[in-house]
């Protein structure tokens, strides 16, 4: 009997374990997003500082990610955000706008994505669809009704 519990014990544990920290071989697709994001991050950090170029290879390697994380979860807004995110900051507008309305589709109250989509409506001097985005954000108490409202009004102008 004590043999017993030992062995659940221990199964229990590895199982446990090996949950938490993946097979360690690979990338599963919840850590292809999250190395994704940190590749936005620091591609941000660089546009920032006008190293475009840098930015823009950064945008790309995240893309990537993003497209192998999407493959395996189609029905996720975050990484379609995200898609829709590297997509505009490379300068395919057509192609940003068709993954974030693909989002929009699975969550219609998707604060980033309908920002985002805005922020492309300015970019393309599509005024009356970013307030369209700013409408659907109105009341959600959100930066991203704050953001977007200001490069509205700065018609385009991003503060960083």
Do not use: W
């Amino acid at each position: 009997m004590k043999n017993l519990i030992v062995l659940i014990i221990t199964v229990l544990m590895s199982s446990t374990l090996f949950a938490a920290g993946g097979d360690g071989g690979g990338s599963s697709d919840a850590s292809l997003y999250d190395e994704a994001v940190k590749l936005v991050k620091r591609a941000g950090n660089l546009e920032r500082k006008e190293k475009l170029d840098k930015a823009k290879k950064l945008y790309s390697q995240a893309f990537t990610k993003l497209e192998k994380a999407y493959k395996s979860d189609k029905k996720n807004p975050d990484i379609l955000n995200y898609m829709g995110y590297t997509t505009r900051k490379v300068g395919n507008f057509e192609q940003a706008e068709k993954f974030y309305l693909e989002g929009l589709k699975i969550k219609p109250n998707h604060n980033g994505i309908n920002e985002y989509l805005g922020e492309l409506y300015v970019q393309t001097n599509q005024i009356d669809k970013a307030n369209e985005r700013l409408t659907v954000l109105k009341n959600c108490n959100c930066d991203e009704y704050n953001e977007l409202e200001l490069i509205i009004k700065n018609k385009g102008v991003k503060v960083y």
